[in-house]
């Protein structure tokens, strides 16, 4: 019989890495908060790779901690190790990925949940979903307990309508065996919500004893580790290792010997996989020419046997992966302890969402990671933040909080989710953003911390902190312009080493560090004056500097954009009403419904011609 149980401003549904950051942004902005998890094992549960961070992710863990979550302060708690990829190249793209151990990331996540004011943790399954009369969701588990609150946040990763595929073998399933939400899927297309179907995967772990690492290569962590917050003061310490393998032509044999048991070869599996971390078998299907491929053996934890085969991906039957990969160098005697799976679940068309995460005909009701389209932990974390936020600022009246492609990667996540759409799991990458010189890993902090303290999920005392950082920065970047380096034979042999130009005289330390072959390190030896900073003031200057130029031509790329994102489009703008609009461009404008002439103007099937003719419009409408 069902029954009452509670009132709430913010429900969350699900408790990974979306759900998360939602309920903790929505309690800690005061707003009486509820997060559901189908198991509370499955709290902050790593089902995929053990790891955080990697190229552009850690730019978006960076961004989440900036602004006030969780993730970048349980990467560094639980990091076995730490990397900065991308040395080699440009700082825009210097991104940092930390391997976890994972039981003790999902085991810090629970704590904090549990500890946090305004929030409660339930196990629970929610079958049914509706809008009440007055404005209220109700929410009813499959005990019959009946929740209402004033916004509710979907985040419900692979569990919803989840189903495994091995071989032949195919089950309803969530991952890592947890039980799949089989029910809710119903009542959200009875709500009109445009679900369809995705499907992603995960190696085969194995036992460490199984393998022979001394023919292996083994990659360690940085010397000088990085951390992903900005409240972090010290990294934690590397503790283990990570090896790199590879596949040969015996392993590519067995594959194509077995397609025709692969599901997703036999159509079994109808949902769309991720385009850009594709399965083992359809790698080798995809790149036939391809002699080997490169994948890394990762620890799950110090306190665990497994490892994870990082890049081998595959929903071939058990007894094909043990052979596939009984055939890799290093592998010859490996024994699995988990077996590798495709999982397919379903998942909204995001857009069907707002910029705020907000569904654009269900006021109240938001959307937050893999049920948003994406895929990865740290684009489902960056996401349920926002939606967090706005589900709580709407149960309190506010304005939504919004984030441009300018401001962050957060921004230009959101940005291609509902404006672009996807049509297989979208995933971050560097190159998605046309401002990634400006939304920088390092400068996170400086983008978005005000923000954060704006919003209310920044301290006082954190906001401090921040602004004295701010001050030194700028105190440094004058100092660095009144500085005079007087010549010296050794700076002239560190100059022509450079293969720079010599000095004929003294020249200020700006001009200097703006050379591209030197660092600000390599000055401080000439550098009398040098004050005693922390290495990030020094960082900070440099950049600015080195880059000056590019800098603010990307400045004025992003005032001429946000020229056309303060132009708001009513709510009630009829497109077909417009002339001279092309036929595609109303229908598109019709559906996605475009807050600005901006986000407009990112809309596949939306020209300049159109664009040009909404502006000529909304002149004569006095707008």
């Known amino acids: 019989m069902e029954y009452f149980a509670k009132e709430y401003d913010v429900a969350v ?6 759900g998360i950051e939602a309920a903790l942004a929505s309690a800690r902005l005061g707003a009486k908060t509820i997060i559901f998890a189908i198991n509370l094992d499955s709290v902050g549960n790593m089902p995929c790779n053990p790891s955080i961070g990697g190229t552009s992710k850690g730019h978006l863990v960076r961004e989440i901690d900036a602004l006030g979550g969780e993730m970048g302060k349980a990467a560094d708690k639980t990091q076995i190790q730490t990397r900065m990829l991308n040395r080699g190249k440009g700082p825009a793209v210097h991104s940092l990925r930390a391997q976890i151990d994972r039981r003790e990331y999902s085991k810090y996540m629970k704590h904090v949940v549990e500890l946090q004011e305004n929030l409660d943790l339930k196990q629970a399954e929610i079958i049914d979903l509706k809008q009440t009369d007055d404005g209220l969701w109700q929410l009813k588990t499959k005990l019959e307990a009946i929740y209402t609150a004033k916004s509710v946040v979907l985040a419900t990763g692979t569990f919803l309508g989840g189903k495994i595929y091995i071989g032949e073998v195919s089950y309803e399933s969530g991952p890592d065996g947890m039980f799949p939400a089989t029910e809710l899927s119903n009542s959200l297309k009875k709500l009109g919500i445009p679900l369809r179907r995705f499907k992603t995967g995960t190696p085969s772990r194995v036992n460490r004893r199984s393998i022979d690492f001394s023919v292996l290569e083994k990659q360690e962590g940085d010397e000088t580790e990085t951390p992903f917050s900005f409240e ?25 010997d077995n397609l025709h048991r692969s599901p997703l070869y036999s159509g079994k599996i109808e949902g769309v996989g991720p385009r850009y ?22 620890p799950c934890g110090l306190d665990t046997e497994e490892l994870y085969l990082q890049g081998m ?111 297989d799991p979208y995933r971050m990458m560097t190159s998605r953003s046309e401002y990634r010189l400006l939304l920088r890993q390092d400068n996170a902090d400086i983008r978005l911390t005000p923000y954060g303290h704006e919003i209310g ?11 004295n950082k701010m001050q030194l920065i700028k105190d440094e970047m004058k100092r660095a312009a009144q500085t005079t380096i007087h010549v010296s034979e050794d700076l002239q042999k560190l100059l022509v080493s450079r293969e720079t130009a010599p000095m004929n005289k003294g020249m200020k330390l700006i001009e200097l560090i703006k050379r591209p072959q030197i660092s600000y390190d390599d000055l401080a030896p000439f550098d009398t004056e040098r004050p005693d900073l922390p290495p990030e003031i020094f960082e900070q200057v440099e950049i600015e500097l080195k880059y000056e130029g590019y800098i603010k031509r990307q400045q004025a790329q992003i005032n001429e954009m946000r020229r056309l994102e303060v132009k708001l489009l009513p709510k009630d703008i009829d497109y077909n009403a417009i002339d001279g609009l092309r036929l595609e461009a109303r229908e598109k404008l019709s559906k996605i419904r475009p ?26 409408m006095g707008i």
């Open 457 to 467: 999920l920044i301290s006082d005392e954190r906001y401090q902190k921040f602004l």
């Open 277 to 298: 971390c594709p399965s083992f078998e359809d790698k080798i299907v995809r790149f036939p020419d391809k002699l080997r491929h490169q994948f890394f053996i990762e």
């Open 313 to 423: 991906s595959s929903s071939l039957p058990e007894d094909v992966q043990l052979k596939f990969l009984r055939t890799i160098k290093g592998l010859e005697n490996v024994e699995v302890m988990r077996t590798a799976y495709a999982i397919e679940y379903d998942c909204v068309d995001p857009l069907a969402l707002k910029p705020s995460l907000e569904f654009l005909d269900l006021s109240g009701l938001y959307g937050a990671g893999q049920f948003n389209g994406s895929s990865g932990y740290e684009e489902a974390a960056a996401q349920g933040l926002i939606a967090g936020i706005n589900a709580a600022r709407r149960a309190q009246g506010k304005d939504a909080f919004i984030l441009d492609r300018a401001s962050s990667y957060i921004g230009t996540l959101i940005d291609d989710l509902v404006t672009k759409g996807c049509m």
């Open 232 to 256: 972090t003061e010290k990294a934690d310490g590397n503790k283990s290792f990570c090896y790199i393998a590879y596949t040969n032509d015996d392993t590519k044999q067995v594959i194509l």
């Open 13 to 18: 549904i699900g408790a990974g890495h979306a």
């Open 595 to 620: 807050h600005s002439v901006g986000q407009a103007s990112r809309i596949s099937g939306v020209s300049p011609s159109d664009i040009s003719v909404l502006l000529i419009y909304l002149a004569k």
